[in-house]
């Protein structure tokens, strides 16, 4: 089954740890996405990456780092500077045309809750 | 910026009820506009595409429209039915945002039985 997996599906954190979540896709896209999304908001974009180790910052992107050194794998950590980390953490895909523009829909995975004790 | 609104935030109607969810942007140049469903704990699952050249889409009883010069999605849900619960989300992507999606807040659909 072609799809997007996240993992795990709940993380625990203590103060000042860093923890990372796992984002892997088996359909071949080109582009990968992070969002977080908290009670009440819309979902608001981390990092984003079109190509193999290259990525750029979203609008939230403080106190959070990437790597894309796969095409098939984004792993987002979750540094001790981003002091409101407790929300729903989700990753998506998209293929890109030849042309480098991009008009193919999002597919998401299942989401990470990551949790602040 | 691009900002994306959708009212009402949550939305209750009786089974068999035909109701109609709303999208608004406030940029009319975009490339595309995405809606999506999202279950309670889930992650979000694709409904409909729609790119910037066309008027609608249909995907068995649903039904997007798109209307770039006023800014506005409509996603129509024929004969409604207690598994369509769930919120409901639109996206769009537009030159001025890049390679970046924004999100409307979305919808909370209740269908009863």
């Known amino acids: 089954d072609g799809g997007i997996t996240q993992s795990p599906k709940y993380l625990f954190r203590k103060e000042g740890q860093n923890v990372t979540l796992s984002c892997e896709q088996n359909?071949?896209?080109?582009?990968m996405y992070w969002y977080r999304q908290d009670p009440g908001q819309g979902l608001r974009l981390i990092y984003y990456s079109q190509i193999v180790n290259d990525f750029q910052k979203g609008d939230i992107a403080e106190g959070y780092s990437v790597s894309r050194e796969k095409k098939e794998s984004f792993p987002l950590t979750v540094t001790s500077a981003q002091k409101n980390p407790t929300a729903f953490y989700l990753c998506?895909?998209?293929?890109?045309?030849?042309?480098?523009?991009?008009?193919?829909?999002?597919?998401f995975g299942p989401g990470t809750r990551l949790t602040v004790l | 910026k691009q900002e994306v609104t959708q009212i009402p935030a949550a939305l209750s109607v009786p089974e068999g009820e035909n109701l109609v969810l709303n999208c608004s942007f406030t940029?009319?140049?975009?490339?595309?506009l995405q809606w999506f469903r999202q279950d309670p704990g889930k992650g979000l699952t694709s409904l409909l595409l729609?790119?910037?050249?066309?008027r609608e889409q249909t995907s068995g009883r649903l039904n997007a429209s798109l209307d770039k010069s006023s800014g506005r999605s409509t996603l129509y849900i024929a004969a409604s039915q207690p598994g369509d619960s769930a919120t409901y989300l639109c996206a769009v992507k537009s030159p001025e945002t890049g390679n970046q999606f924004y999100f409307g807040t979305g919808t909370s659909l209740t269908v009863i039985p």
């Open positions: 359909l071949n896209h080109d582009a």
């Open positions: 940029d009319s140049a975009i490339y595309n």
């Open positions: 998506a895909s998209r293929g890109l045309d030849l042309g480098g523009l991009i008009y193919n829909e999002q597919f």
């Open positions: 729609i790119q910037s050249s066309q």
